[in-house]
Structures are given as C-alpha cells and as structure tokens.
C-alpha cells in the first residue's frame, strides 16, 4: 500500500500534459511547432505561445541553426518538471542571436528552467549558444538578462 501511495504521489507531480516544440532554420510558422517534421522558423511564433509554456515542455533548437530574436519564457516549471530549452538534431549547436544589443532569452520567472545557454566563445556576449543538450548532463538556468550573468549548476 505504500509503495502504491508513493508511486501516485509523485506520478502526481510530473506533467503529464507536456509538450515538445520544436524550431528550425527551414521550418514554418505556420507548422504546429510539436514535431521535428512540424518545426517553426522563427523565435517570434515560440514567444506567441511563450505564455502557454507548462512545467516539463521542452523548446528544442535544431543544431546548427542561427535563430534572430529573443526567446521569452514568461512561466517558470516546478520543482520536479522544469521548462527546458535545449537542441535537436546533429552538427554544431544552435545559436540564438538577440537583437538591438540584447540577450538571446529573457525568463523573468528564473526559477525551474533547464536549459543551457552559455556564453559563445567564438562570438559576441550577445549571442547565446545552446549548449547542452539530453545526451550530456544539462545545467540550470537560474539568471538571464541585461543585469545578471547566468549561473549554472549540475
């Protein structure tokens, strides 16, 4: 009887509703976004959903792919199931490039995003590479934007 309590209890607290979106360089905005064959082009048609983000959904860039704008994640996840940003497919890590001067992503509500942006060594501090991804060990977003540098943690 414990282990059946146990067992709901914390299949209760994942997201059983979450959803994986998915972006690239050759995809459609007018695509749903939710297959790697449906993909979006442009960060602008993620931020026209951003609201609707869910604890556990993942925001996935396709590898080497350069994406204009920046993402805004304006929910944060929880404790067991974080937002994730993060990247697909093979070849070089995607890059999300802000505009006028400006961060690649914004998360106002910082905490329980997983993700993974970093400093680009080979390119300006504004722009931001994805990268982790599931194969290796992913890092927390904790801060993002204009005044804060982010931290990572394993």
């Not at 209890?9 to 905005?29: E, F, I, M, Q, R």
């Not at 920046?70 to 093979?90: D, H, M, P, Q």
Request: glycine content about 12%; some cysteine.
């Amino acid at each position: 009887m414990r282990e059946l309590l146990s067992l709901i209890l914390v299949l209760g607290g994942l997201s059983v509703n979450a959803a994986t979106y998915y972006l690239s360089p050759t995809g459609n905005d007018s695509n749903n976004g939710t297959s790697q064959s449906t993909p979006w082009r442009t960060i602008d048609r993620a931020n026209q959903l951003s609201s609707s983000f869910q604890p556990g959904d993942r925001i996935l860039f396709q590898r080497g792919g350069e994406y204009r704008g920046k993402l805004s994640i304006l929910n944060s996840g929880n404790a067991t199931a974080y937002i994730e940003v993060g990247a697909y497919g093979t070849g070089a890590q995607p890059i999300l490039k802000g505009q006028r001067g400006r961060y690649g992503m914004d998360a106002p509500q910082r905490q329980h995003l997983e993700g993974a942006l970093e400093p680009s060594h080979e390119t300006s501090v504004r722009e931001r590479r994805i990268a982790r991804d599931r194969a290796v060990p992913q890092h927390r977003l904790v801060a993002c934007g204009p005044r804060h540098q982010h931290q990572s943690h394993r």
